[in-house]
């Protein structure tokens, strides 16, 4: 079975600086995708990135952008320019690219919680 | 679309009393998930269901919980009874087509007491 590791439960940030939010997942498969999900205090889910395990590409969202890893199995999540409206929980997904029973399913971190501080 | 729709956002029951949560997919998405978040857990993965089918209950607790899709635009997550532990917020989300993400619904927030 997939795991995703967040290790930062929590952490801060100046705002207009840049932070970057670790995550970890362990997979036999060769092609998946990864996610960063945004959950702010009104408690929606906001997908903000995607990755798709067989582009080499780095994914970019504006502000947003990861640093994919395959073969360390990493998918780190950079904010550049913080915004007091980034301050949310952020959380790391998987999900298989093969569409068998059972692959079709998020499996999601723990979550980082991210303040900004003005 | 107006996205996934969930409801009551807030419930709050005394034990013992049946919950049900309620969800509207978006319409051609054919992929339903339920999730439960808490502090201590975080996102779990009760239920989902291809095509009004369940394909994975594995993440269902304990047989108090039930979750049905009787057609392509509803489905419900039911408790009973309802126990002080199952108090979380419950997400539907839903997924299909070409998309490879899923999209939530705000969720309903329940309190058992």
């Known amino acids: 079975a997939q795991t995703v590791t967040q290790s930062q439960p929590e952490m801060s940030v100046q705002e207009a600086e840049t932070v970057t939010l670790s995550c970890t997942y362990d997979t036999s498969e060769s092609d998946y995708y990864l996610f960063w999900y945004k959950q702010p205090p009104s408690r929606q889910m906001i997908l903000v990135i995607r990755q798709e395990a067989y582009k080499q590409q780095n994914a970019t969202e504006n502000r947003f952008s990861v640093n994919f890893q395959k073969a360390a199995k990493s998918f780190s999540l950079k904010i550049s320019d913080s915004q007091l409206g980034d301050a949310a929980m952020y959380f790391c997904?998987?999900?298989?690219?093969?569409?068998?029973?059972?692959?079709?399913?998020?499996?999601f971190g723990t979550g980082t919680r991210l303040t900004i501080i003005p | 679309d107006a996205g996934v729709i969930q409801s009551p956002r807030h419930e709050v029951t005394e034990m013992g009393q049946e919950v049900t949560l309620r969800c509207k997919p978006i319409s051609g998405h054919d992929y339903l998930f339920w999730y439960r978040q808490t502090m201590m857990r975080g996102l779990e993965l009760l239920i989902y269901f291809n095509n009004n089918v369940p394909i994975d209950d594995s993440g269902m607790p304990e047989d108090r919980f039930s979750a049905k899709m009787p057609n392509a635009s509803f489905s419900t997550l039911k408790i009973q009874p309802s126990e002080p532990r199952d108090s979380a917020v419950y997400f539907c989300?839903?997924?299909?087509?070409?998309?490879?993400?899923?999209?939530f619904g705000q969720g309903t927030r329940l309190t058992v007491v």
């Open positions: 989300a839903t997924t299909g087509g070409d998309n490879t993400e899923a999209f």
């Open positions: 997904a998987y999900r298989s690219a093969w569409a068998n029973f059972g692959n079709e399913k998020l499996t």
